[in-house]
């Protein structure tokens, strides 16, 4: 009797001819060592680029990867003759909060992909560690005459998605008061301890307000400052400015206003809000970790695989 062995035939995977990772992505060593399994040649580079030196840097790449720092923009697409595939190394929301030029790529039949809940848990133990130390005083600032529990506090989340939700959780195995508002009412998420309330409400009833909106929504503007009032805590890890500058201005001037951003956030602060002694502006990124670099690093490469694997 002849012995036949069985022969799994696996197709040769594609590869790109060229991958260039245009700026610093903080994506980890060994991952960006693996992009070699992917693409003839791989460049990467770890500084932030003026456009022009985007512009270089892709002219024949047919794949990018690029952080959430860098534009790619409509002309730096159509300098870059070859693409077929932009990776985002962040979240990508949509067009308009996105630093890629998503649907003139798609338009142009070149893949963009992001990535998606990579940087969470961190954002929750900053919001609840920086609230704590000034309630309590714990730091260098302290919101009140008199140290307060944060136990027992109205505290109002705007934007319930990802990041809300997981802060709504937390604050309640703390005992607070929870009230969210998002643009779509939640109440499979409703109990006892998490209250819808409309904005203007929400503004009204929470001492503490934490922002988790996309990029850039702005939803406080002059009357909704005035709702929100004094002494009071705003803040924010949400990526571009979620208010009108000016009215955000102006209620800082109130004594007692306090306000908190992440390193994030910070970017898009001008020095003048910065230096305010009523604002506490860390330099850290709140979701940035070893954790999240480890997932960050996997969400790219799956992306990538997953494409050149269709
Ligand atoms: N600083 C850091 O380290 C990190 C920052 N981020 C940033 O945090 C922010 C939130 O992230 P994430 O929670 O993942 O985002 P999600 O998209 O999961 O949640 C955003 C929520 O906001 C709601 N929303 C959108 N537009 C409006 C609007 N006009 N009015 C009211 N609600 C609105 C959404 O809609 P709906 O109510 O319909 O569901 C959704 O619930 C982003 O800016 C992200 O970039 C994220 C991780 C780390
Ligand atoms: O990718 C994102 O949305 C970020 O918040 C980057 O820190």
């Known amino acids: 009797m002849s012995c036949s062995s069985s022969v799994f035939y ?12 245009v700026d610093e992505t903080k994506m980890n060593t060994s991952t ?8 003839n040649e791989v460049e990467v580079y770890h ?3 003026t456009s022009e030196e985007v512009k270089s840097r892709v002219e024949d790449a047919e794949a990018i990867i690029v952080s959430w720092r860098t534009q790619i923009s409509e002309e730096i697409i159509d300098a870059a003759k070859d693409l ?3 990776g985002m190394a962040c979240s990508l929301y949509d067009d308009e909060s996105a630093n890629v ?6 338009e142009r039949n070149i893949e963009v992909n992001g990535i998606f809940d990579y ?28 140290p307060l529990e944060l136990s027992g506090q109205k505290f109002g989340i705007i934007g319930l998605g990802t990041t ?13 008061e929870v009230y969210y508002f998002s643009r779509t009412r939640k109440p499979e998420f409703e109990n006892a301890k998490l209250k819808y309330l409309e904005l203007g409400e929400l503004l009204k009833t929470c001492d503490i307000i934490s922002i988790h909106l996309p990029k850039n929504t702005v939803l406080l503007k002059e009357n909704e400052f005035k709702q929100f009032g004094d002494n009071k805590v705003l803040i924010n890890t949400s990526l571009g400015l979620p208010f009108e500058e000016k009215s955000f201005q102006n209620w800082l001037k109130v004594r007692n206003n306090y306000t908190i951003f992440d390193g994030d956030a910070t970017a898009y602060l001008p020095e003048s809000i910065i230096n305010r002694e009523n604002v506490i502006a860390s330099q850290k990124s709140a979701g940035w970790s070893q954790q999240t670099q480890e997932r960050l690093s996997f969400k790219v490469l799956q992306n990538i695989q997953n494409f050149l694997e269709r």
């Not at 030029?101 to 798609?106: D, L, S």
């Open 10 to 21: 696996f197709p040769a995977m594609r590869k790109f001819k060229k991958i260039v990772v």
């Open 84 to 86: 077929k595939y932009i």
């Open 119 to 146: 940087g969470d848990p961190g954002v929750i133990e900053f919001v609840i560690s920086e609230v704590i130390q000034l309630l309590h005083g714990f730091g260098e600032h302290q919101w009140q005459e008199q």
């Open 101 to 106: 030029a998503v649907n003139y790529a798609q």
């Open 47 to 49: 500084d932030e680029p």
């Open 164 to 176: 809300g939700k997981l802060l709504a959780k937390a604050l309640e195995a703390l005992n607070v």
């Open 32 to 39: 960006l060592e693996e992009l070699n399994k992917y693409a």
